[in-house]
């Protein structure tokens, strides 16, 4: 084999490496859960993940799936119920990274949810009374 | 196309897709009518409807956890209303339109933009007003057409910038 041929066989190799590497880069470094932390005030409301069907109660560092959307139902007795959705943000940068192996690592990264961020990070309900109302 | 053209030309539409990112991503104007005449170190947030029920729960759920957030990460404690002895901020919401993400991706160009005009007024203890402000939230484009939220997010942090008399 020639000095060129395999100089070239050694570039394929790598870009191939690359993209391999790429796949599913947001779901390699970006993790598949993400902690929120939820408090309120006053403290000890129950909070439920209605996508999930998850019980807590404030204040709590939980660990959310990214691949599924949430939203979160803070009650505590007298009190009205407060609903917070949670979103899910495309992180650009894995979106990009992923748009190297042709699609295949952005559709592995949506799956995971490795290619979102849950926003807010933290979230803070202050409950009304109900006969503030 | 030679190799410096060809870079040139790569250069360039980089840039280009940059400036469009960024061009009309979500954004909020401050206007501010009373500047705050204190810092309270604690406040209760209430937030009214004024669109004739335009405003979902959850939606109205968001905008409140997301300057619950901002001002928390000022410094600023938020209560239940039922703590009288702190300030208490009253947010009014006269305009709410979230636009249309998917006019906002395919289209572009202002298509699809989503707009939230807002009023806001902080009273102290004795219910006298200690400042108040506008905060105007818009969103025209964004990563797959953008997320009304980060309308929510850019509002709260202006009007945490004004609670707190950075700006």
């Given at each position: 084999m020639g000095?060129?041929?395999l100089r070239r066989f050694y570039i394929s190799l790598r870009s191939?490496?690359?993209?391999?590497?790429?796949?599913?880069c947001g779901t390699l470094f970006g993790g598949l859960t993400q902690d929120i932390k939820l408090t309120s005030?006053?403290?000890?409301?129950?909070?439920i993940d209605t996508d999930t069907g998850v019980k807590y109660n404030t204040p709590v560092i939980v660990s959310l799936e990214k691949s599924i959307s949430h939203s979160l139902e803070?009650?505590?007795?007298?009190?009205?119920?407060?609903?917070?959705p949670l979103r899910r943000e495309v992180r650009f940068v894995w979106w990009f990274l992923d748009a190297f192996s042709l699609g295949v690592g952005n559709l592995i990264d949506a799956a995971s949810g490795g290619l979102f961020d849950i926003k807010p990070e933290q979230v803070h309900v202050a409950l009304d009374p109900k006969s503030g109302s | 196309m030679n190799h410096g053209k060809m870079k040139r030309y790569l250069s360039g539409f980089s840039l280009s897709v940059l400036v469009l990112m960024l061009y009309g991503c979500a954004s909020a104007n401050l206007s501010v009518v009373q500047a705050m005449?204190?810092?309270?170190?604690?406040?209760?947030?209430?937030?009214i409807d004024n669109t004739g029920s335009k405003v979902s729960n959850e939606d109205i759920g968001n905008l409140k956890s997301a300057f619950s957030d901002s001002l928390q990460k000022a410094g600023v404690k938020i209560v239940s209303t039922e703590n009288k002895d702190v300030a208490a901020i009253v947010g009014q919401i006269q305009q709410y339109d979230k636009g249309s993400k998917a006019l906002r991706y395919f289209v572009g160009f202002g298509a699809g933009t989503g707009k939230m005009k807002t009023a806001w007024k902080v009273s102290d203890q004795t219910g006298g007003e200690i400042g108040s402000c506008n905060i105007d939230g818009s969103i025209s484009m964004g990563v797959f057409g953008g997320d009304f939220y980060n309308v929510h997010e850019k509002a709260a942090e202006a009007f945490s910038q004004f609670f707190t008399g950075t700006k």
């Open positions: 000095l060129i041929k191939a490496f690359l993209l391999l590497a790429l796949n599913g005030d006053p403290p000890n409301a129950q909070v803070f009650s505590k007795e007298g009190y009205k119920t407060e609903v917070v | 005449a204190a810092k309270p170190a604690s406040a209760s947030l209430i937030l």
